[in-house]
């Protein structure tokens, strides 16, 4: 294998990803959803048993916005096949998530996915590796959303042929913007406990890596035990924002922005705090038991009557 030294990112920024196409049904669409949180503590919630079952006589289950995360995970396979940039997937790590939402997604559907290299940047003893998704239905053409996913390679880094770091990005749509949490007193705070068997329960939406399912991957990783994947925490933070902001609407989330702080162990306990600002919701999840942020980030909403 050849060293991060070694490697040339010029052919990197040409490269011209294979589009995909993704099918899902009413059935991965409420694993998801289960995956999540969904109903765990409550198998009658009001707010969310329309996830997985057709409440009320409705005539199909709803998918929450972060579903839509799950489109960019068909990227990595792409990534691993970048011209010369060599990484242990043992050993990446999820920086962070942006999604933007253009429509409710339909309860079952093909999707096709467009790929671009949105960002490439040498930290040294890592690599970040910026990757754009945009999801179009297949049927109707319509674009649904985009992701765009920040993953760190550890161990790919170092590349640099000057002082000055090797630092690429191209966005298409707008960049994520930075959050500062405030010092006030939130406007709402959500505890919601996962389950030992979490990460079992959302690797079936598709995110197989051993790190969060094999105790001696998770070793060799750096952790005592595997640990929950990070866009499960997500689903978690915004599913408790759209319970606690959004009065149980998922429609009214417009985009989401987050950054994945520290592990999560599966079984511990997760605190979203939330603070409204308008039409963004910039919150903060901790574990409850370690008293540690894990994750941060903004939901942006379309035009909603404020619960304050």
Not at 78 to 97: E, I, K, N, T
Not at 133 to 143: A, F, I, N, Q, R
Request: hydrophobic share 35%; proline share 6%.
């Amino acid at each position: 294998m050849a060293s991060a030294s070694d490697f040339d990112p010029t052919p990197i920024l040409s490269h011209k990803f294979p589009e995909t196409t993704y099918s899902y049904t009413e059935r991965d669409a409420a694993i998801y959803a289960l995956g999540v949180g969904a109903c765990a503590q409550d198998a009658v919630d009001a707010d969310e048993l329309k996830y997985v079952y057709h409440e009320n006589g409705q005539k199909f289950i709803k998918v929450l916005p972060t579903f839509a995360a799950l489109f960019s995970l068909e990227s990595l396979p792409s990534a691993a096949g970048l011209p010369g940039l060599q990484f242990d997937p043992r050993l990446l790590l999820h920086g962070q998530q942006y999604i933007e939402i253009y429509k409710p997604f339909p309860s079952s559907a093909q999707i096709h996915n467009k790929f671009t290299l949105a960002g490439l940047h040498d930290k040294g003893k890592a690599a970040i590796l910026e990757i754009e998704t945009k999801s179009y239905e297949k049927e109707s053409g319509d674009l649904l959303c985009m992701n765009r996913m920040a993953i760190y390679l550890r161990g790919a880094g170092g590349f640099s042929k000057s002082s000055n770091p090797f630092s690429y990005s191209n966005y298409s749509s707008q960049q994520p913007s930075t959050v500062k949490i405030p010092e006030s007193q939130p406007f709402s705070v959500f505890d919601d406990q996962t389950h030992s068997s979490q990460a079992l329960l959302y690797r079936l939406s598709g995110d197989y890596n051993p790190l969060h399912s094999d105790p001696v991957i998770a070793k060799v990783a750096g952790f005592s035990q595997p640990i929950l994947h990070g866009l499960c925490t997500l689903g978690y933070a915004v599913r408790a924002i759209i319970k606690c902001i959004c009065r149980g609407d998922p429609d009214l989330i417009k985009g989401i922005s987050g950054r994945f702080l520290l592990h999560v162990y599966p079984g511990e306990t997760l605190v979203t705090e939330m603070w409204l600002q308008g039409l963004r919701v910039v919150y903060r999840t901790k574990v409850k038991e370690r008293n540690r942020a894990v994750l941060s980030g903004y939901v942006d909403l379309h035009g909603f009557k404020s619960p304050l």
